[in-house]
């Protein structure tokens, strides 16, 4: 296929702001590593906040694409690739991107980032679990987490939503992204 | 614009119920106990469906019923027994000889403190009866003299007593080598995981399921408290204690650790907990060390391959070998 | 930011999802306080199994023995045996047995009683 020239232009223009939502995203993985823990896979999921905003602007693809270049290149920067934490980030970001996509598909545009974003917290919540259950700790008592994760996902769930939103709000009046339309939030629902 | 989210509600729902159900369970358990040698026996197996692991736990009941019938002093046909009563030497089965063997190297490298033929001390002491006394000190050290030196003779498969006035009663050393026998079964059977334990002498194969056993080790003073737990692997733990039989008489306590050299309860220790391979070796040890004292009783645990152990001294200072201290956890 | 304009950003789905997440973890808690406690008793007489309760329930349980009648009481989640027909009560002097994994036995009258459930400190029991 011939495209023109201003189809290959638009086609680098969304690798390179792709690459920089990466890169971000893998900076926010990072940081959240470094920040003091007090309670072991308590994490608040700031990059879930650039998945949100590849999925609003690039869709469910982007999303992917975000969350798992965004997993292994943390981890590897981390230093724990294949190792039993990067299996839990990866099981999560699958969790997460999957119950995000679900909601995505099944209420298309009654929902908004908010929304999204609780999916992904609660989906990355359930897969960490179900992956600590079954190959990290293999005990059954780590199910006695969870409500304290559902907690805890609805209080990051909300604070990222809100994040994204604004965030996708703000690049929205860049140039670059002028001719993208907001794929899920309010500006959608009355109408 | 209601429809929708509860349909979400609902297949959200639907996923929590489902990942609740599905989530793994910890591989279930069989457990089951049965009375063997005097003592509450319970075998837990891991891993295989249910119907094999009854069929394994039962034949390594059976297996320790055969020892049983092998070891005990209060089985007439047993071949203790038997030594205990002829004058000649006798021929035995392989596992009396190696159970009798594996007694008197112990009694050797603990310098008698471990001995194979308290037969009489027990009976004279009478731990069983309804209230047990102290007997006359004259009764006490009238057994004293045929407790010096090896207690038996082995030549190929016969045993003779050395001394007409000994009586062998291998009591908790064959109780360990019973709960040996029944890992046996149980491995042969194709278990991984199981656990045996036999009124505290406890042997393990493999973990329990992915993780080690975790193993509790009693505090000697604190009835219901943890001293500390152990986490182990296709190991065996034996403790002996002198809070688990015993009486009081004229306020004092007297349990059913003796020492060979005096005929009494010996009093260095309040409980022993001796880990390595096999559950025999460890009950012996745990026995010789208690009798040993916290000092010389560490020098013979350390001095050992392949055995650990915990001493509480009897004024409850705590010692551990220096194999044991990482892997160790205290409560 | 005012928060009326932060919440303007969440959609009426959002809002039931919130709503909803927050009944699940309510949900999930009620599931799991309600499960630590499910512990159970299992009493055996000689090897069969003869009686199972659950052990957040007061009760006195008899059981007939080889040597008569021994008399189990569970209080507060504590098992023990109050009177037995064997003659050194040992079982007596075993004291109260609350965790899982837990053994209690008079070996005279063969009456074994243990406990099942998750949540132990240890598989084991040495002592």
Known sequence: ?191 | MLKRPLALIAALLLILLLSWSLRPRAASDVSRTALIMGTLVEIKGVGLDDKDMEGAISDAFDAMRREEARFSTRIETSQISAINRAITAIEVDPEVLAVLQLGQRISRQSEGAFHPGLGRLLKLWNFEAVSPRVPALSEVNALLPALIGEPVAISGSAVKRLNPDLQLDLGGIAKGYAVDRALAVLRAAGIESASVNAGGDIGLLGGHAERPWKIGIQHPRKTGQLLATLELRDRAVVTSGDYERFFLQDGMRYHHVFDPRTGFPARACQSVSVVTATVAEADALATAAFVLGPIKGLALLERLPDVEGLIVSATGEVEVTSGLKDQIRWR | MALGSLLARMTRTDRWLVLLLMLAAFASLWFVLGRSVGRSLLVYAGDTLAFTAPLDQDRQIELHGPLGDTLIEVVAGKVRVISSPCSRKICIGMGAIQRSGDLLACVPNRVVIRIEGEGGEYDLLSR
């Not at chain 1, 039993?84 to 679900?102: I, N, Q, R």
């Open chain 1, 1 to 191: 296929m011939i495209s023109s020239a201003d189809e290959q232009l638009e086609q680098i223009r969304q690798r390179v702001f792709m690459a920089l939502f990466i890169a971000l995203a893998v900076g926010l993985h990072t940081l959240e590593a470094l920040l003091p823990n007090p309670l072991p896979w308590f994490r608040v999921g700031l990059a879930n906040i650039l998945a949100l905003t590849a999925l609003s602007i690039y869709g469910l693809k982007g999303m992917w694409v975000l969350s798992l270049s965004r997993i292994f290149i943390g981890s590897l920067l981390i230093g724990n690739l294949f190792g039993p934490g990067f299996l839990l980030s990866f099981c999560g970001g699958v969790g997460a991107c999957l119950l995000m996509s679900a909601g995505a598909l099944l209420l298309k545009r009654g929902i908004g980032l908010v929304g999204l974003s609780l999916l992904g917290a609660t989906g990355h919540v359930c897969g960490q679990l179900l992956i600590a259950s079954l190959v990290v700790v293999q005990h059954q008592s780590i199910w006695l987490l969870l409500p304290a994760f559902l907690f805890f996902a609805l209080i990051s769930g909300v604070i990222n939503g809100l994040a994204a939103d604004l965030l996708v709000d703000y690049l929205l009046k860049h140039p670059a992204f002028c001719d993208c339309r907001k794929g899920f939030g309010r500006h959608h629902v009355e109408g």
